[in-house]
């Protein structure tokens, strides 16, 4: 059976349905978990420093860790600007992400991996850049990115968006980076059609953006693979075929059949 526990401040509540929250802050950065003990605690330290002065918080959304993970966040959530959403017979980075968003106070949401792969220190750009444009992604493409990971990681990512980019045929350059921030009202309109079990789910949002006819800005990153967790990804040959089947898919499937 489904259940959430929301725990925030002196804030602990049991929910079967969760309730879509009216932006009240600047921002709120979504932390999608599943076994993140060895990095969570020192990426909210790190997100803290990063938005020192903004008004915001962080919205950790746990699919019930077996590791020490919900006690970390349950700690951090007494304080205040961390918000801990447990989330019991429901698993899913896509659904975690909707979830965390739904319960997000922010006016802008950042979406990021709970695993340093994105730098919490181009935080402050992302959200100054929300002023002005309703979605800014991280690109490990444009001049002055990059990625740090084993080669046949960084090959895939580089084919598959190559790959991508040709099919859907927009001027994106990074179209699996999963590090974005965009005004909660702007997400909340688009209409998303598929499940996405890992990061397919990026195609679609930078899709619908595009669709919607959002403006969107590209900001460099250096992406940096994990070094401690466990990866929600497959891995070795089973991480390419699997990536290039379900990525092939979905830019096929949004390019020629989604008007069906």
Not at 173 to 197: E, Q
Not at 228 to 240: D, V
Request: aromatic share 14%; hydrophobic share 40%.
């Amino acid at each position: 059976m489904r259940s959430y526990l929301y725990r925030k401040g002196k804030k602990s509540v049991r929910l079967s349905e969760l309730k879509l929250e009216k932006p009240s802050i600047e921002a709120s950065v979504i932390l999608p978990t599943y076994n993140e003990e060895g990095n969570i605690e020192r990426l909210i330290k790190a997100i803290t420093g990063a938005l020192k002065g903004t008004s915001y918080e962080i919205v950790v959304v746990d699919d019930d860790s077996k590791d020490g993970t919900p006690k970390i966040i349950d700690r951090y959530a007494k304080k205040g600007n961390v918000a801990a959403l447990h989330r019991y017979g429901k698993r899913g980075i896509f659904s975690a992400i909707r979830d965390g968003i739904k319960v997000a106070k922010g006016k802008v949401v950042v979406i990021m991996d709970a695993d340093f792969s994105h730098p919490p220190q181009l935080l402050p750009k992302l959200i100054a850049h929300s002023k002005n444009y309703d979605l800014v992604s991280g690109s490990r493409f444009c001049k002055g990115a990059g990625i740090k990971a084993p080669f046949i990681r960084a090959f895939a990512t580089w084919l598959f968006n190559s790959v991508i980019r040709f099919i859907l045929g927009l001027r994106i350059t990074d179209w699996t980076g999963g590090f974005h921030a965009i005004r909660k009202d702007a997400f909340l309109n688009l209409r998303f059609r598929y499940p996405a079990s890992w990061g397919e789910f990026d195609l679609e949002l930078l899709y619908r953006s595009k669709r919607k006819k959002l403006s969107i800005k590209e900001v460099p990153f250096v992406y940096s693979f994990r070094e401690e967790g466990s990866s929600k990804s497959a891995q070795g040959f089973g991480f390419f075929f699997g990536y290039a089947f379900k990525y092939g898919i979905r830019s096929l499937r949004l390019k020629f059949f989604d008007w069906l």
